[in-house]
């Protein structure tokens, strides 16, 4: 079984999860962190929570701060994937929700994730999946490219650190580079948080962009 790591916005981080006045989700993610969620946070954002007597790691940032990141980094990400049409459109789209809401924190929720570190035959270990948080809020404000030109079937090449992001929160970079189609399938946002009326305001935000059409069903889980 795959849990999900969550993107939320939070009045007391601290409160329970269960409290939808103090904590709502925003998205909703099997398959990890997205670029998205990551564009709100770096090392500073790195915080522990509590659960159970037992300390675990979050990404935790008021919400102003993360949209000062946000903004930021948006321009470098967008020449980054200049190739997937659906983040160009959207990602700007994303960014707005969170410069509009009046929520004063923004959090990256990893408990129920953690749940699959559990699995021996997992990819990953609790130690691991820390060591890759770390590393991918930092990378993003790395250089992306060493090669110029479209990665995407292309000559263009993303850095190292670039490839190694890509491959955790977003799509494989050698099959970017090949022109695998799935590549443009890839969202680069969480599914849709269920019964959060936070998630169904991003959702009008995010079905505005031409590059989705009127009858695309937001993904409840991605």
């Not at 329970?16 to 006045?21: A, N, T, V």
Request: hydrophobic share 40%.
């Amino acid at each position: 079984m795959a849990w999900m790591m969550f993107l939320e916005v939070a009045r007391n981080p601290k409160s329970s999860w269960r409290d939808k006045e103090m904590r709502r989700g925003v998205t909703m993610s099997k398959r990890g962190a997205h670029i998205a969620d990551l564009m709100l946070f770096d090392r500073s954002s790195l915080a522990e929570a509590q659960d159970g007597g037992k300390t675990y790691r979050i990404l935790l940032s008021e919400r102003t701060s993360a949209v000062e990141r946000f903004r930021r980094r948006l321009p470098s990400v967008l020449r980054a994937l200049s190739w997937h049409p659906v983040a160009v459109d959207t990602l700007p789209r994303f960014g707005k929700f969170f410069e509009r809401i009046d929520w004063p924190y923004v959090l990256l929720e990893t408990k129920e994730y953690r749940m699959d570190f559990s699995d021996p035959q997992y990819f990953m270990t609790s130690e691991e999946f820390d060591r890759m948080l770390e590393f991918a809020v930092s990378a993003i404000d790395e250089p992306a490219m060493v090669v110029p030109g479209n990665p995407f079937g292309g000559e263009g090449r993303y850095s190292p650190a670039w490839e190694k992001l890509l491959e955790y929160c977003f799509f494989r970079p050698e099959l970017i580079y090949a022109g695998d189609e799935r590549a443009l399938e890839a969202w680069p946002w969480g599914g849709r948080a269920v019964a959060s009326r936070s998630s169904a305001l991003l959702k009008t935000y995010l079905l505005r962009s031409p590059m989705l059409s009127k009858g695309t069903i937001w993904r409840t889980v991605s």
